[in-house]
């Protein structure tokens, strides 16, 4: 699967010798205009203060996996047919929709820009920071954080959670931190992923109402709860709302592993995304793509782990997938409907964890269970295929 870096993963120079590549360039050009920002010059030339700046660092970043994407995939069906599932660690969500053929490019571009000029606002309204706490028992950490009231607004699996809050909150968290946990105070402009980012969200919603948007060709797991996302509205409300609310990379983590992952590539900059999984999926290959000299290797990566798409093979706008892994139990009505209209709760997967209500979202003329009731399914298994009212079945 095809993973992309947040905010953070940055430093100066590193798209230099991407650049050298006279199409790379042109395409970085042309994102460059869509957001308004010398992307170019940002990643080449420009410090790690200014690239810091978080109006700065999200339009860089979500170009850069784009721009590099389409080196590694000259052709997007190449990556249809290799790439089983995409997920994007904050800001990198929406490259990973792109590439999932939620949204277009520009369509991303101009949303991550003003995400990224909202949050920087939104950080500037109050004094606010995050504080990484590696180490330290679980349920420890957790009780200090709900001590000082902190929000834990990246889980990137055991011994890597990140704190938010006021400056006062997290000056009070490092005068009683969890025993055996490190703190590390982080550069960034304010508390992301919490309450404080909310009118980050309002002014995004109101922009993405106008965003069309198309279902996945390949299927995304969401940061919001690991869940394994097919309709394109629901990706990109997700994305929004993800602005403040926690990054779950643990619950995608989980996610990876139910799927079978059995490798990883992270888009430059690569190597945070990838040093994590090395952690917590032990047994899956890893490959992080930092510059053109490793296309080749990437491609070769690809190819040994690649599966392709499930939901690539079939008609998807009519495909009613799992969001997760579970047992399926399929609704009484629905179990006996020739025609489903939309929104018809179709069942729900059930795990130890909770229970994921699954709803036909197009609704449509039943042609297919392929799943019976209490069977396990996978994330992104194909569960009921459905033809449109009118259409002949």
């Known amino acids: 699967?095809?993973?992309?870096?947040?905010?953070?993963?940055?430093?100066?120079?590193?798209?230099?010798?991407?650049?050298?590549?006279?199409?790379?360039?042109?395409?970085?050009?042309?994102?460059?205009?869509?957001?308004?920002?010398?992307?170019?010059?940002?990643?080449?030339?420009?410090?790690?203060?200014?690239?810091?700046?978080?109006?700065?660092?999200?339009?860089?970043?979500?170009?850069?996996?784009?721009?590099?994407?389409?080196?590694?995939?000259?052709?997007?069906?190449?990556?249809?047919?290799?790439?089983?599932?995409?997920?994007?660690?904050?800001?990198?969500?929406?490259?990973?929709?792109?590439?999932?053929?939620?949204?277009?490019?520009?369509?991303?571009?101009?949303?991550?820009?003003?995400?990224?000029?909202?949050?920087?606002?939104?950080?500037?309204?109050?004094?606010?920071?995050?504080?990484?706490?590696?180490?330290?028992?679980?349920?420890?950490?957790?009780?200090?954080?709900?001590?000082?009231?902190?929000?834990?607004?990246?889980?990137?699996?055991?011994?890597?959670?990140?704190?938010?809050?006021?400056?006062?909150?997290?000056?009070?968290?490092?005068?009683?931190?969890?025993?055996?946990?490190?703190?590390?105070?982080?550069?960034?402009?304010?508390?992301?992923?919490?309450?404080?980012?909310?009118?980050?969200?309002?002014?995004?919603?109101?922009?993405?109402?106008?965003?069309?948007t198309h279902d996945v060709r390949i299927p995304f797991i969401s940061n919001k709860d690991g869940q394994v996302v097919h309709d394109g509205p629901d990706v990109l409300r997700r994305i929004v709302g993800q602005i403040a609310s926690p990054v779950r990379w643990d619950l995608c983590l989980e996610t990876m592993a139910d799927l079978g992952v059995t490798g990883i590539l992270e888009m430059p900059p690569a190597g945070t995304l990838t040093g994590i999984a090395k952690r917590a999926l032990k047994g899956v290959a890893t490959f992080a793509l930092k510059t053109p000299d490793q296309l080749d290797e990437a491609r070769a990566f690809c190819a040994e782990h690649g599966e392709g798409s499930l939901i690539d093979t079939t008609p998807t706008w009519r495909m009613v997938v799992s969001p997760a892994k579970g047992t399926f139990s399929i609704a009484e009505d629905a179990a006996t409907a020739g025609l489903l209209p939309a929104g018809t709760e179709i069942g729900g997967v059930s795990s130890l964890r909770d229970r994921v209500a699954v709803t036909a979202r197009h609704g449509g003329h039943v042609v297919e269970w392929l799943v019976e009731d209490g069977d396990l399914v996978s994330p992104g298994q194909p569960l009921l295929r459905l033809h449109p009212e009118g259409a002949e079945a």
Not at 11 to 39: C, K, M, N, Q, Y
Not at 77 to 91: E, I, L
Not at 185 to 204: I, N, Q, R, Y
Request: charged share 15%; aromatic share 2%.
């Open 1 to 212: 699967m095809i993973v992309a870096p947040g905010q953070g993963a940055q430093t100066p120079g590193f798209l230099t010798p991407w650049l050298e590549d006279a199409t790379v360039a042109s395409r970085l050009h042309w994102l460059s205009t869509v957001a308004g920002i010398d992307l170019a010059e940002h990643g080449t030339v420009s410090d790690a203060d200014t690239i810091r700046d978080t109006r700065i660092a999200q339009p860089l970043l979500v170009a850069t996996a784009l721009v590099t994407t389409l080196e590694l995939f000259p052709h997007p069906n190449d990556g249809f047919s290799q790439v089983g599932a995409v997920a994007g660690h904050s800001v990198g969500e929406l490259a990973a929709a792109v590439g999932a053929r939620a949204i277009t490019a520009e369509q991303a571009m101009v949303l991550v820009r003003e995400r990224g000029n909202a949050m920087a606002a939104a950080a500037a309204a109050a004094p606010t920071g995050m504080t990484a706490v590696l180490g330290g028992d679980p349920d420890e950490v957790r009780a200090a954080l709900d001590r000082h009231g902190l929000v834990a607004a990246n889980d990137n699996g055991p011994g890597q959670v990140v704190a938010a809050g006021t400056t006062e909150q997290l000056a009070a968290l490092a005068a009683d931190p969890p025993a055996k946990a490190r703190l590390m105070p982080l550069s960034v402009a304010g508390a992301f992923h919490t309450e404080h980012m909310a009118p980050a969200v309002d002014h995004v919603a109101r922009l993405a109402r106008s965003v069309s």
